[in-house]
Every structure is written in C-alpha cells, then in structure tokens.
C-alpha cells in the first residue's frame, strides 16, 4: 500500500508540474 501512495503522489507531482509547465506553452501557441 506505501508504494501505491508513493506512485500516486509522484504521479500527481509530475501532472502538476506537466501542466503548470505546458500551459504556457500552449497559450503562446494560441
């Protein structure tokens, strides 16, 4: 079960991060 919530919270760090890093790519692409 630790492992599980381990990956989840990794997994939920880089969605975070791909988002805060993506979006203002894609506002510049629009």
């Known amino acids: 079960i ?4 381990a990956v989840a ?3 939920t760090g880089f969605v975070q ?3 805060v890093y ?3 790519l ?3 692409e629009l």
Not at 2 to 5: D, E, F, M, Q, S
Request: without cysteine; proline residues 12%; charged residues 0%.
């Open 17 to 19: 991060f791909l988002v």
């Open 26 to 28: 894609i506002t510049l």
């Open 9 to 11: 919270s990794v997994n």
């Open 2 to 5: 630790p492992v599980i919530v």
């Open 22 to 24: 993506a979006a203002p």
